[in-house]
């Protein structure tokens, strides 16, 4: 099953420390977006990258981070200083030209004890 | 600022009987609208989009501007047919989209 990857599918952090969920794909997509799922809310935007090496923040972006170094590869950090981290990250890519249908990552759930 | 609604949470109706999943939007711009469906166990993926006029799995969804909506229908529903179902927004420029907050839909036998 090829497409877009999230690893790990669950993950448990302690309250303080820093997390790096990895999201990969072999789709040949430009873009790369970062969204969060929490219930009764829908999917807020994160982060979204265009372009290797550069990238923006979406709505909610305070206490993520994230790198684009590799066209495959968009991995998201939740840091310390992410107040409410506990919740559903999705990864999605997308072309910039043509059809611009999002292709979502199958989700990695963090829960912060 | 862009802003998608979808106001039930849930829907429930028996096998056979219309479905009708509501969507409204705000949007400065000219909207590309779409709705995603997670099915159980599966991943959020893409139903159908406003510009196609496509029918995918019997449901349709007709973009109202002077409503600003892009309910989304079906005349027979089926018990396959149960998922969340996501209406978004596609914002020019940045691509990312603007989701609603969702509507499970249960079809009951």
């Known amino acids: 099953d090829g497409g877009i990857t999230q690893s790990p599918k669950y993950l448990f952090r302690k309250e303080g420390q820093n997390v790096t969920l990895s999201c990969e794909q072999n789709l040949n997509h430009d873009a790369m977006y970062w969204y969060r799922q929490d219930p009764g809310q829908g999917l807020r935007l994160i982060y979204y990258?265009?372009?290797?090496?550069?990238?923006q923040k979406g709505d909610i972006a305070e206490g993520y981070s994230v790198s684009r170094e590799k066209k495959e590869s968009f991995p998201l950090t939740v840091t310390s200083a992410q107040k409410n981290p506990t919740a559903f990250y999705l990864c999605?890519?997308?072309?910039?030209?043509?059809?611009?249908?999002?292709?979502f990552g199958p989700g990695t759930r963090l829960t912060v004890l | 600022a862009q802003r998608v609604t979808q106001p039930e949470k849930l829907l429930s109706v028996f096998k056979g009987a219309p479905v009708e999943l509501k969507c409204n939007y705000s949007y400065s711009g000219s909207p590309e609208l779409f709705w995603y469906v997670q099915y159980s166990r599966q991943r959020l993926q893409l139903l159908l989009r406003h510009i196609s006029r496509e029918s995918i799995k019997g449901f349709t969804a007709d973009l109202n501007k002077g409503e600003t909506s892009f309910h989304l229908k079906k005349p027979f529903a089926q018990e396959e047919d149960s998922a969340m179902y996501y209406c978004a927004l596609s914002s020019t420029g940045r691509r990312a989209l603007t989701f609603g907050s969702g509507t499970r839909l249960q079809v009951q036998p």
């Open positions: 990258s265009q372009i290797v090496n550069d990238f």
């Open positions: 999605a890519s997308t072309q910039l030209q043509g059809r611009d249908e999002q292709f």
